[in-house]
Structure formats: structure tokens, C-alpha cells
């Protein structure tokens, strides 16, 4: 059980259990019986906070309630209400067997799920300011020094680490791997203006200065390994 100060105090590990724990066990609680014919009916909002209601779970004001639910949806909070269901049954080194039950633990509130998702949606956003600034910086590493040796230096595996350009990736040669997801890219930004203009002045060819513009952090990662 979590409360909402618990949720503002131990934020690392309760987004751990939120995003990957929980969220497996919630879809494979959800998906169990993959044969089955989904039959549950549509329910409107006050319907599904009275779903929760009868399962245990317990809310301070019905109308936000209803609010958190519309901004929320109800499948997705399902996944910050999992924390809160009772325990399944456990093995004998004392590890829960199989998925847990729709009911919740005495004393869950709806309103701690609710502070759970807009404490994960806050560390999301933060954790992706701070991977922009690492790619950015990233990006403009590889093309100022691969570019001083060869201004298509990443092209040319002969600038690169041989042998992590040997090295087979899912069956396939490292720089290989990066040239084919560098030209999938640049396929996908083909209706920029600055992409449009090295392909018909320049056939498609870019130094590594302008390549970088359109790497996503996947082929970023695979440059600086090479």
C-alpha cells in the first residue's frame, strides 16, 4: 500500500513498479486466456467508479473522481490500481503464484492510483528533457570529431572502430546495421526542406554535420559504438 506521500518521497522505485512490473503483470492478468471471446459491456464513468467501489476501493469525492476517470481513462488507471489489488496466492519460498485479483487491499484509495499516474507522467516528461539534452549533445560529439577526420567519416568504416564495425548485430555487421537504419531515416524525413535540398544538389549525399540532423538516438547510439 502506497500513500500519496509515499508517492511524492520515493519516486524511482515506485515508477519502477508502475512501468514495468506492474504493467506485465496487469496485461498478462488482462490477456489471461488469450482464446477467450471478449464480452464485457461498455460502462459509463460513474459505472466504473462503482466498479472499483465494489472491489474494495475506496474515494473521497465521487464528482473528482469522475473527472480523474475522464481525463484518465479507466484501462489505464488500471494499471496505477494493480499496486492495490490483494495478494494472489504464494508459493513456499513465500512469491506470489499467478496474477493477483480484481480485489483491493483494505484501505486503497482512488486517489493515491490517481497521484501514482501524475507522479509517472511528471518523471516521464523529466527523464525526456534530460535525454534531449544528452542526444543533442551526443549528436553534435560525433559530428564535430568524426566529421574533422572525414566529413563523411560515417560512411566510410575505414574512420570507424573495425572491429565494432565487424561485429554482428542480429546477424548483421555493425556499420551495415547503421547504414541501413541512417537510410530508413533519412527516407522518413525526405519531405524536409534541408533533406529535399543535399538530394537534388548533392544526390542524397550529407557530411556527417547534416546526417546528424536527422539520426534518431538508435543510430546515434550505434555511431559512437563504431
Not at 8 to 35: E, M, N, Y
Not at 64 to 80: E, M, P, T, V
Not at 174 to 182: A, C, M, S, T
Amino acid at each position: 500500500y502506497i500513500s500519496v506521500t509515499g508517492v511524492q518521497t520515493c519516486a524511482l522505485p515506485i515508477f519502477l513498479v508502475v512501468t514495468d512490473d506492474v504493467w506485465a503483470g496487469f496485461l498478462l492478468h488482462s490477456t489471461r486466456g488469450g482464446s477467450m471471446k471478449y464480452d464485457k459491456p461498455h460502462l459509463a464513468y460513474d459505472e466504473q467508479l462503482k466498479r472499483l467501489a465494489d472491489r474494495g476501493m475506496v474515494y473521497d469525492d465521487q464528482s473528482h473522481a469522475i473527472r480523474s476517470l475522464k481525463y484518465i481513462g479507466y484501462y489505464r488507471l488500471s494499471a496505477y490500481t494493480y499496486p492495490f489489488r490483494e495478494f494472489s496466492e504464494q508459493d513456499e519460498h513465500g512469491k506470489p503464484v499467478g496474477a493477483r485479483p480484481d480485489t483491493f487491499q483494505d484501505g486503497s484509495r482512488f486517489e493515491d492510483a490517481v497521484a501514482l499516474h501524475e507522479f509517472d507522467q511528471k518523471l516521464r516528461r523529466c527523464l525526456a528533457n534530460g535525454l534531449e539534452e544528452v542526444e543533442l549533445g551526443l549528436r553534435t560529439q560525433i559530428a564535430y570529431h568524426l566529421g574533422k577526420a572525414d566529413p563523411f567519416g560515417h560512411l566510410d568504416s575505414s574512420h570507424l572502430d573495425s572491429e565494432a564495425c565487424a561485429r554482428s548485430v542480429d546477424g548483421e555487421a555493425g556499420h551495415d546495421r547503421f547504414l541501413n537504419i541512417f537510410e530508413q531515416q533519412r527516407r522518413e524525413k525526405v519531405s524536409e526542406e534541408f533533406v529535399k535540398h543535399f538530394i537534388t544538389k548533392y544526390d542524397g549525399e550529407m557530411p556527417v554535420w547534416v546526417a546528424a540532423e536527422i539520426m534518431s538516438f538508435r543510430s546515434e547510439e550505434h555511431t559512437s559504438e563504431l
